[in-house]
């Protein structure tokens, strides 16, 4: 018998990768943090002996969900400006709110409680933009989270740096800081065309194909972001991004609820991935993005919550549902985004796209053991006929009682391991208390 760190069985595996499949019975071998195998239990235990064993006979095992676009810190932020149209919200509300309160300090603990509702989501990979991407980046490594730090640029002055050169060198010196970090990496994140210059962009397209990390930005999320556009540069957005090089297969764009058919087809045959972020979108009335017809023109579309300012929370397992939901309606379709599709969107999807898929998205041999389990033994869960429908359809973030990155088993029976949830629910009600008092 081989001797391995860590053997977990489970009712159901859900590898993602061959899409819709269900391995009843199996278990996955961890070694070393990485899946060694997967395989029948009963096959599991005459072949490896663990250290550590688990058997979650009323569960199923999913990869980590990885939340494609988010601005983790600004769950500090959650609830402050709610029912608003996107500019009304930004100008007169979130960029005073920033200007007035983000700091190094308000980037550490807000993104403390991001991480750890995230984790308690079953959410094991976050691709961030905001300020400070350096705490972010340590403070994720230091919990054991996996994350894209964005490397924001801006053309505004912030508490973060004066000008737009500022920020690509701060970003240049934090993705030389992170080359020997395993689970943290590095995409440059311009806020979106609308706050970024031509000579800025051109600037990251070249640094981005030199340092071959993706370019992660806001797009085309409005109408009238494209009225403005067309105002200001006589093009739409995604025009005048081709014009600089910048639609190519390193691209996120995120949003994305205002495409022609022709930018669909560019977005296809330049090899650029979308990120959908329905329940933001829904809630500032942004518009909606056409998920099915971009799938069916080949283009990776991946899933994210946006921040909790916008949405208000981090869940992945509602994002699914939601993404699900709205994509029958929007293709007026009832086999729209099939479950399995849509749960690929939340894990191999955004794997892609971050340019991770070697490394998480999908549970396989060699990938890192970033792992969820979720019970499904409960009466919310009853009767239960398939697996990937009640994954996306009926099952809510309550269900999810373990994680596992790379190995390390971080959230255990819905406790957080590395995290005091009492000292860091003290931190927040602090910012609680001084954002509250401050604008009364």
């Not at 060694?36 to 980590?64: C, K, M, W």
């Not at 087809?265 to 650029?272: K, R, S, V």
């Not at 009640?390 to 255990?412: E, F, N, P, T």
Request: proline fraction near 4%.
């Amino acid at each position: 018998m081989q001797n391995i760190n860590t053997l977990i069985k489970a009712r159901y595996v859900i590898p993602v990768e061959p899409l819709a499949c269900v391995l009843q019975d199996h278990a996955i071998a961890i070694n070393d943090g990485r899946i060694i195998d997967i395989l029948p239990s009963a096959v599991a235990s005459q072949r490896y002996q663990a250290d550590n064993t688990l058997a979650f006979e009323e569960h199923a095992l999913i990869p980590g969900l990885i939340n494609t676009h988010t601005h983790a810190s600004m769950s500090l932020f959650r609830g402050l400006a709610d029912d608003l149209p996107l500019m009304e919200w930004l100008n007169k509300h979130i960029w005073p709110a920033e200007s007035r309160w983000v700091n190094e300090e308000f980037i550490h603990d807000g993104t403390q409680l991001a991480i750890a509702e995230m984790l308690r989501g079953g959410t094991t990979c976050f691709n961030d933009m905001y300020f400070f991407p350096e705490i972010t980046a340590r403070l994720a490594a230091d919990i054991g989270m996996r994350a894209v730090v964005g490397l924001i640029a801006i053309e505004f002055p912030t508490v973060y740096a004066n000008d737009a050169n500022e920020y690509i060198s701060k970003g240049l010196e934090v993705h030389d800081s992170l080359k020997a970090e395993t689970l943290i990496t590095t995409a440059f994140a311009p806020h979106a065309p609308y706050t970024v210059s031509d000579s800025t962009l051109q600037d990251i397209a070249k640094y981005a194909n030199e340092l071959d990390i993706p370019i992660h930005t806001h797009l085309h999320e409005t109408k009238d972001e494209i009225t403005q556009g067309i105002e200001h540069n006589g093009k739409r957005p995604l025009a005048r991004l081709a014009e600089l090089g910048l639609i190519s297969p390193a691209l996120i764009g995120v949003h994305m609820t205002q495409l022609s058919d022709d930018e669909i087809g560019n977005l296809a045959a330049q090899g650029a991935h979308v990120v959908h972020c329905p329940e933001s979108n829904l809630k500032l009335a942004s518009g909606f993005c056409p998920v099915q017809k971009l799938l069916d023109a080949g283009i990776n579309v991946a899933l994210g919550t946006d921040s909790a300012a916008s949405n208000n929370d981090l869940d992945m397992l509602a994002e699914m549902r939601t993404a699900a939901l709205l994509a029958k309606a929007v293709a007026n379709d009832a086999t729209a985004l099939p479950a399995a599709s849509a749960l690929r969107m939340a894990t191999l999807n955004g794997a892609i796209a971050l340019g991770l898929a070697e490394e998480t998205g999908s549970l396989e041999v060699g990938k890192s053991a970033d792992i969820v389990a979720l019970h499904l033994g409960e009466v919310e869960t009853q009767p239960l006929y398939n697996v990937h429908s009640h994954i996306v359809y009926a099952v809510g973030r309550d269900k999810v009682s373990d994680v596992w990155i790379a190995g390390q088993h971080l959230l255990k029976e819905r406790r957080l391991v590395k995290m005091n949830e009492q000292t860091l629910k003290g931190k927040v009600n602090n910012w609680n208390h001084k954002i509250q008092t401050s604008s009364h």
